[in-house]
């Protein structure tokens, strides 16, 4: 049984300057593609590279779905790059900044999925929030920082939790006079009530920082932009980058483990089946 391709674009407001029928014919042919090397923006558990459609520049996320497990769930359940412009779609609703989707693309074949891609607009982005958190000589870094802590304030009063908030997953984007920051990876979002102190800054605690008048920063900004004390919020935000950090030792440790394991089939990781000279 050969493969379907289900397409899902974007309303024809937000396509802008293209066609649907010409990106709808790009869509069907992106699943072949060749991916030429220099292209390629990130390449891990997802892919990302850059593409061109009618002459407008786009970046395409790719999600593979390997194993029996996934493949059962994803039977049912809309897949990431679906669930990235539908998203995408609603942040836009709320004027929350996130680069412009176009569409999503899904690979099945007898009803399972098989991988999907995620379409959207190119954002010419100067730097990602990650390095304004590492870097103390980054420009304007506490304007930045108070900026997006701000931001975080506006989605939890949205009811938005975005439950893959990392600081890889921010852009600073200059336009015009001034700046903006764009909302990445968006297939994990939360949409609902606004979450209480405790659950904001424990999601606010995903922009961990090593340098104390960093996260400062964000916190000061949060709480600006949210109207609440400052002190209980430091509170919280203290106690959240903490469980925050031992989380990601352990899922470390797990992704290590399990990248052992997968790599000696049939040994314990860390066992090499002979000594070491």
């Not at 649907?20 to 390629?40: D, G, I, Q, S």
């Not at 769930?73 to 836009?92: E, G, I, M, P």
């Not at 607009?121 to 920082?145: I, T, Y």
């Not at 984007?173 to 424990?202: E, I, Q, S, V």
Request: proline share 6%; glycine share 8%; aromatic share 8%.
């Amino acid at each position: 049984m050969g493969a379907t391709l289900e397409i899902n674009l974007a309303p024809e407001a937000t396509l802008t300057e293209l066609s649907p029928e010409a990106l709808r014919a790009w869509c069907r042919e992106l699943p072949v593609r060749p991916v030429a090397p220099e292209t390629v923006i990130y390449r891990g558990r997802n892919q990302l590279h850059r593409d061109r459609v009618a002459g407008v520049e786009v970046v395409v996320k790719a999600f593979p779905n390997r194993g029996l497990y996934k493949r059962l769930v994803y039977r049912w359940r809309s897949s990431k790059a679906r669930r990235s412009l539908d998203n995408a779609l609603r942040l836009q609703q709320l004027g929350l900044p996130t680069p412009r989707p176009l569409a999503a693309i899904e690979q099945r074949r007898g009803g399972v999925l098989l991988r999907s891609f995620y379409v959207c607009a190119w954002c010419n982005a100067g730097s990602q929030v990650r390095e304004a958190l590492k870097r103390r000589d980054f420009p304007r870094r506490r304007m930045h920082l108070y900026r997006v802590g701000a931001l975080v304030a506006r989605l939890h009063a949205a009811g938005v939790v975005h439950r893959d908030l990392s600081p890889g997953n921010i852009l600073i984007h200059r336009r015009g006079p001034g700046f903006c920051y764009p909302l990445l990876d968006l297939n994990r979002m939360h949409f609902a009530a606004p979450p209480d102190l405790a659950t904001a800054m424990a999601n606010l605690a995903g922009l961990e920082s090593r340098d104390r008048t960093g996260r400062l920063s964000l916190l000061v900004g949060y709480c600006a932009a949210a109207g609440c004390d400052r002190h209980r919020a430091l509170e919280l935000h203290v106690a959240a980058v903490a469980r925050h950090r031992i989380r990601w030792r352990f899922k470390n440790a797990w992704r290590a483990w399990r990248k052992g394991f997968a790599g000696r089939p049939g040994q314990i990781p860390g066992r090499t089946g002979r000594k070491q000279r």
